[in-house]
């Protein structure tokens, strides 16, 4: 069964860190981009991050630059977002994905619209 299962959300104080996982199972990612995505209560899913399948590239959104950094373990099938420096507006539902597409979609900051594959999600609280 081919799917992405996200860990490691959870509830952090402004300033904090977390590091979010990405596990694929029943496929291989090495010819994938795999993406973060996040969806704040009575917000739209947006992007937040995206590697391309060798992890030579990285995007972010202008929201995390600078805090946030994606990395992959290909031989692992998995995917990382090391978070820092959390702010209120980070709390969100974290979801990775990816496409069958490979890495044509992965070339500036992600667009949530078309992808193929998603997690369920790994909940980010930023309280005080």
């Known amino acids: 069964q081919v799917q992405l299962v996200e860990s490691g959300g959870g509830s952090v104080q402004p300033g904090g860190s977390l590091t979010l996982s990405c596990e694929a199972s029943?496929?291989?990612?090495?010819?994938?981009?795999i993406g973060w995505f996040r969806q704040a209560p009575g917000k739209e899913r947006e992007g937040v991050s995206c590697i391309t399948y060798n992890g030579r590239s990285t995007y972010y959104s202008d929201s995390v630059k600078g805090r946030f950094t994606i990395s992959r373990d290909n031989s692992k099938k998995m995917v990382y977002l090391q978070m820092n420096d959390l702010k209120h507006e980070d709390a969100a539902v974290y979801y990775c994905?990816?496409?069958?597409?490979?890495?044509?979609?992965?070339?500036?900051?992600?667009?949530?619209?078309?992808?193929?594959?998603w997690g369920k999600g790994t909940p980010v609280t930023v309280s005080s």
């Open positions: 029943g496929f291989t990612i090495d010819y994938f981009a």
């Open positions: 994905a990816t496409d069958w597409r490979g890495s044509s979609w992965c070339k500036g900051p992600p667009g949530p619209s078309g992808l193929d594959i």
